[in-house]
Structure formats: structure tokens, C-alpha cells
């Protein structure tokens, strides 16, 4: 039995207006090249400006996986041609990243790992290219957007750690705000470097990098793809070649792209347009106290002080705006199960057919948790409480508003609901009799209050009072 060793590199574009060295928009366009500066495409006598939002997002993003921040921002020149790189070298960062020695916790099948970050660093993205039959087209609009790039250690040991960790880093971009971090745009991106080593090694296997997977499940699909191409080779007898090797979704197979016996010699050295710049340290701090509670540490309260499964929990912490809508619920009314059920199912549930967000939804916590408190007074029952809600989320208008206007106010008074059922008894004598004689009449009966009251009884009220009234005849 061989041990699978995973370490990722992980490409992320961060937030901002501009791009990182220059004025040009840092924007998604459906028209190629339009969103290009004289900087982006390295011109004679261009010098770049370090974009210092997208500094800050890269320090928040290295905080929030608990790694150091270096005392100065450096940068460097990191040289080698290739199309979509117009100035020939890409500036990045190499002797001082951004963030080192860092860690993000994942749950994976209910267990807590610790995944390692080896580095995080800042730097430019190159152009986007559209690859044709005969040939190629370049659209400069992403390149120089800023990307910061995260390089965990080789210590993930399965597919579902791999996606369960790019499933977490995404949520930390986004619960940050330094990211849209939208795959279907290029947005995120993924190098997987795999390797096999037996059970009793001490070194590791010889390592086969994947390059620019798009998406978390094809990550999955093409590390199981290669580990199952790599068992085989050994099974034969073969040896694991050091390569880089591209994923094919349609075969869900890897395939040779170049062999890489050595590291390429980058040839880095310092940005001579870029000095050192000195990281204020009450600026870090600054930078810190605005990262918000992050979803693993929302997921381990949910479930473990407010007893929500996982499922739900995990349903809630995935978008950052449902849990900070769920968490202004609670503050609201302490139900925290409650009203997980009622945002995880029925909201939910209206939310995905309708395809909207739930800051897009005609509803606030302040309504949903009114709802709430009028099923646990009994003013409505359950059943009503789902109609209520569906005209809240169709309307915008609150609860006690529809249940007026629907006329559902629930009878919960016990001296209004008996004098209910005597009527309904004496109008149905037989049922008495019925009911001595042992025949399952009860829930019958039940039914006819409802139906008198039309369903405003409250079931369970009715219900005692019932059997209070029937044991009479005993």
C-alpha cells in the first residue's frame, strides 16, 4: 500500500479597481483587451506602482492563515518568455513573500487537519490565450491583475483533503472579501503536484505536477487519474518520471506536456522599479482586527455549542452572507436550531428556485425570526408558518402583517377551544359512543376542531382539551 503525497499551488485573483502595478481596471470583460495600459504591456520607459489594496488583501488573506508577514514588501523579477508574459519576466516575489509558515484547518469527513502553508506571495497575472486550430489570440485584459498565489506543504494525502482545502482557502477569500474567487472566470486556479511513496519510505516519491485545473472537482478527478497512472507504472516495475502533465476533463486522464528533471532557473533578482517598502506593523493590526470570525471557526460553533448537524452547518458557513444573516437570527432569538431548520430548508429551498442570493431575497432576520417566535406563542402552526413565509419572501411584508391579512390568527385559549369541542361533540354524539367502545375516533375528532376553526385551533391545546372532555364519558 503506497502513501499518496499532495502539495497545491494555488492561484487566486485578489479585489481591487485597478490592476497591481498600474491604473488599468481590474475587471472582468467580455471584450478582449480592452482594459490594458502601456504598464500591462511592457513598453519602453514604463515603471510600475505597487497597488496598495491589493497589498492589504494580500496581507489579510496571509493573516487569516496564520502566517508571518514579512517587516518590508519586496518584489522580484521572475524571467522566462512565453506569449502571454509581453515584458518577458513576471514580477512576483520570491526571497520575502507575503505570508510564510502559515496553516488553514479543514474538516475532512468529520476529522480536523492541519494543512500547511509553505508560502504566499503577491504578484502579476500574465494574459489569457484562446487556443484555435491553426492558431492562438491573446487578451491582455487579465493581465497585471493582482494574484496572490498560495503553496501548501506536501502534506495532503487524498483527493478529498485536496478539495476539502481549496473548498476552505476559497472561503477564507471570500469571508475576507479579497476575492470573488469565481472558477468560471479564471478567477481561481490550481498546479497539483502528486507523488507515491511506500508505506515504510523516508523520502518521498519522485513528483509529477499537474498544471492549471479550473475547477475543485476536476482537481479531484485528476489527482485519482494520476494516482491510479502512477500505482500502475509501479505495479509494471516502471519509474516515476519528474513531469509536468495537463488534465483532460473528457477523458478524465493526464497527459505529458514537458518532462522537468531539474527546477527551471528563473534567473530572480530584484525589481530595480520596485524599492523595499517598509510594512507598518499598526497597519497589520489594522489589517488583522478586520478579518471577521471565518467559517471553520462558524462551523465548530455551530455545531458544537448550538448542536446544528453538519449538513445544516456546513449549508450556513459555505456563503458568508447566510451566516452573517443566520447570526443576526440568533442575536435576535436565541434558537439557534430553530431557526437553522427554517433558513436551511424553506428559505433555502426558495432562494435556489427563484436563483436568487439571500441579500437579493424580499426577507431580514428580523422578519424571519418574528415568524419564528409566533409558531413557538402559538399564534400559527407549522403549516402556516410555511405559507407565511412564502408570502414574505413573494411580498416583503412581515409576519403578523400577512397573518392578518390571511386571517390565521391561531386560537390558543383553552376556555374558547373546549367550548369548541363540547359544540363539536354534541353536534356528533355517535363519535362518543365510538370512542367508549374503543374505536380509534380521537384523531377523527381532532380533525373535526380543526376543520371547524379552519385549522386556527391549536393542535395541541385541542388536543388535551379533547381528551380531557372524553375521559368524562369513561
Given at each position: 500500500?503506497?502513501?499518496?503525497?499532495?502539495?497545491?499551488?494555488?492561484?487566486?485573483?485578489?479585489?481591487?479597481?485597478?490592476?497591481?502595478?498600474?491604473?488599468a481596471?481590474?475587471?472582468?470583460?467580455?471584450?478582449?483587451?480592452?482594459?490594458?495600459?502601456?504598464?500591462?504591456?511592457?513598453?519602453?520607459?514604463?515603471?510600475?506602482?505597487?497597488?496598495?489594496?491589493?497589498?492589504?488583501n494580500?496581507?489579510?488573506?496571509?493573516?487569516?492563515?496564520?502566517?508571518?508577514?514579512?517587516?518590508?514588501?519586496?518584489?522580484?523579477?521572475?524571467?522566462?518568455?512565453?506569449?502571454d508574459?509581453?515584458?518577458?519576466?513576471?514580477?512576483?516575489?520570491?526571497?520575502?513573500?507575503?505570508?510564510?509558515?502559515?496553516?488553514?484547518?479543514?474538516?475532512?469527513?468529520?476529522?480536523?487537519?492541519?494543512?500547511?502553508?509553505?508560502?504566499?506571495?503577491?504578484?502579476?497575472?500574465?494574459?489569457?490565450?484562446?487556443?484555435?486550430?491553426?492558431?492562438?489570440?491573446?487578451?491582455?485584459?487579465?493581465?497585471?491583475?493582482?494574484?496572490?498565489e498560495?503553496?501548501?506543504?506536501?502534506?495532503?494525502?487524498?483527493?478529498?483533503?485536496?478539495?476539502?482545502?481549496?473548498?476552505?482557502?476559497?472561503?477564507?477569500?471570500?469571508?475576507?472579501?479579497?476575492?470573488?474567487?469565481?472558477?468560471?472566470?479564471?478567477?481561481?486556479r490550481?498546479?497539483?503536484?502528486?507523488?507515491?511513496?511506500?508505506?515504510?519510505?523516508?523520502?518521498?516519491?519522485?513528483?509529477?505536477?499537474?498544471?492549471?485545473?479550473?475547477?475543485?472537482?476536476?482537481?479531484?478527478?485528476?489527482?485519482?487519474?494520476?494516482?491510479?497512472?502512477?500505482?500502475?507504472?509501479?505495479?509494471?516495475?516502471?519509474e516515476?518520471?519528474?513531469?509536468?502533465?495537463?488534465?483532460?476533463?473528457s477523458?478524465?486522464?493526464?497527459?505529458?506536456?514537458?518532462?522537468?528533471?531539474?527546477?527551471?532557473?528563473?534567473?530572480?533578482?530584484?525589481?530595480?522599479?520596485?524599492?523595499?517598502?517598509?510594512?507598518?506593523?499598526?497597519?497589520?493590526?489594522?489589517?488583522?482586527?478586520?478579518?471577521?470570525?471565518?467559517?471553520?471557526?462558524?462551523?465548530?460553533?455551530y455545531?458544537?455549542?448550538?448542536?446544528?448537524?453538519?449538513?445544516d452547518?456546513?449549508t450556513?458557513?459555505?456563503?458568508?452572507?447566510?451566516?452573517?444573516?443566520?447570526?443576526?437570527?440568533?442575536?435576535?432569538l436565541?434558537?439557534?436550531?430553530?431557526?437553522?431548520?427554517?433558513?436551511?430548508?424553506?428559505?433555502?429551498?426558495?432562494?435556489?428556485?427563484?436563483?436568487?442570493?439571500?441579500?437579493?431575497?424580499?426577507?431580514?432576520?428580523?422578519?424571519?425570526?418574528?415568524?419564528?417566535?409566533?409558531?413557538?406563542?402559538?399564534?400559527?402552526?407549522?403549516?402556516?408558518?410555511?405559507?407565511v413565509?412564502?408570502?414574505?419572501?413573494?411580498?416583503?411584508?412581515?409576519?403578523?402583517?400577512?397573518?392578518?391579512?390571511?386571517?390565521?390568527?391561531?386560537?390558543?385559549?383553552?376556555?374558547?377551544?373546549?367550548?369548541?369541542?363540547?359544540s363539536?361533540?354534541?353536534?356528533?354524539?355517535?363519535?362518543?359512543?365510538?370512542?367508549?367502545?374503543?374505536?380509534?375516533?380521537?384523531?377523527?375528532?381532532v380533525?373535526?376542531?380543526?376543520?371547524?376553526?379552519?385549522?386556527?385551533?391549536?393542535?395541541?391545546?385541542?388536543?388535551?382539551v379533547l381528551?380531557?372532555?372524553?375521559?368524562?364519558?369513561?
Amino acid at each position: 500500500m503506497r502513501k499518496v503525497v499532495i502539495g497545491l499551488e494555488v492561484h487566486c485573483e485578489l479585489k481591487s479597481n485597478s490592476k497591481i502595478f498600474s491604473s488599468a481596471k481590474n475587471g472582468f470583460s467580455d471584450i478582449p483587451n480592452s482594459n490594458v495600459s502601456v504598464v500591462d504591456m511592457g513598453m519602453p520607459g514604463i515603471l510600475p506602482v505597487v497597488n496598495k489594496e491589493a497589498v492589504r488583501n494580500s496581507i489579510k488573506m496571509a493573516l487569516a492563515m496564520n502566517c508571518m508577514v514579512p517587516d518590508y514588501l519586496t518584489f522580484e523579477r521572475k524571467n522566462y518568455f512565453y506569449p502571454d508574459l509581453p515584458k518577458g519576466y513576471q514580477i512576483t516575489q520570491f526571497k520575502h513573500p507575503i505570508g510564510t509558515n502559515g496553516y488553514v484547518m479543514i474538516d475532512v469527513n468529520g476529522e480536523d487537519k492541519k494543512i500547511l502553508i509553505h508560502d504566499t506571495h503577491l504578484e502579476e497575472d500574465t494574459a489569457s490565450m484562446d487556443h484555435y486550430n491553426d492558431y492562438s489570440l491573446l487578451d491582455y485584459n487579465r493581465c497585471g491583475v493582482p494574484l496572490l498565489e498560495t503553496v501548501t506543504e506536501p502534506c495532503i494525502n487524498s483527493a478529498d483533503e485536496a478539495v476539502a482545502f481549496l473548498e476552505g482557502l476559497r472561503s477564507i477569500f471570500l469571508y475576507t472579501d479579497t476575492s470573488y474567487a469565481r472558477s468560471d472566470k479564471g478567477q481561481i486556479r490550481c498546479d497539483v503536484n502528486v507523488s507515491l511513496m511506500e508505506e515504510n519510505a523516508t523520502e518521498l516519491g519522485t513528483r509529477v505536477e499537474i498544471k492549471n485545473i479550473n475547477s475543485f472537482s476536476g482537481v479531484k478527478e485528476a489527482i485519482i487519474s494520476e494516482v491510479a497512472r502512477q500505482n500502475e507504472v509501479l505495479d509494471n516495475g516502471g519509474e516515476i518520471v519528474q513531469e509536468t502533465r495537463r488534465y483532460d476533463e473528457s477523458t478524465n486522464k493526464t497527459y505529458t506536456m514537458r518532462s522537468k528533471e531539474d527546477a527551471i532557473d528563473y534567473r530572480y533578482f530584484t525589481d530595480p522599479n520596485l524599492p523595499p517598502i517598509k510594512i507598518d506593523k499598526e497597519w497589520v493590526e489594522e489589517i488583522k482586527s478586520e478579518i471577521p470570525k471565518l467559517h471553520n471557526e462558524r462551523f465548530r460553533i455551530y455545531t458544537k455549542e448550538y448542536n446544528i448537524n453538519t449538513k445544516d452547518a456546513y449549508t450556513i458557513v459555505k456563503d458568508k452572507k447566510v451566516s452573517d444573516f443566520y447570526e443576526e437570527c440568533v442575536n435576535l432569538l436565541n434558537e439557534p436550531v430553530l431557526i437553522s431548520n427554517w433558513l436551511t430548508g424553506d428559505v433555502m429551498k426558495y432562494l435556489n428556485r427563484e436563483s436568487l442570493t439571500i441579500e437579493e431575497a424580499k426577507l431580514n432576520p428580523i422578519m424571519l425570526t418574528d415568524m419564528i417566535k409566533m409558531v413557538i406563542q402559538g399564534k400559527i402552526n407549522g403549516k402556516q408558518a410555511k405559507e407565511v413565509l412564502e408570502k414574505m419572501l413573494d411580498t416583503g411584508k412581515d409576519a403578523n402583517t400577512l397573518v392578518n391579512e390571511l386571517g390565521m390568527t391561531q386560537i390558543s385559549d383553552e376556555g374558547e377551544i373546549r367550548q369548541i369541542i363540547l359544540s363539536v361533540l354534541a353536534e356528533n354524539k355517535n363519535l362518543i359512543d365510538d370512542y367508549k367502545a374503543g374505536k380509534k375516533v380521537f384523531d377523527y375528532i381532532v380533525g373535526l376542531v380543526m376543520k371547524t376553526t379552519r385549522g386556527k385551533a391549536n393542535p395541541i391545546i385541542s388536543a388535551k382539551v379533547l381528551k380531557e372532555e372524553l375521559e368524562k364519558y369513561l
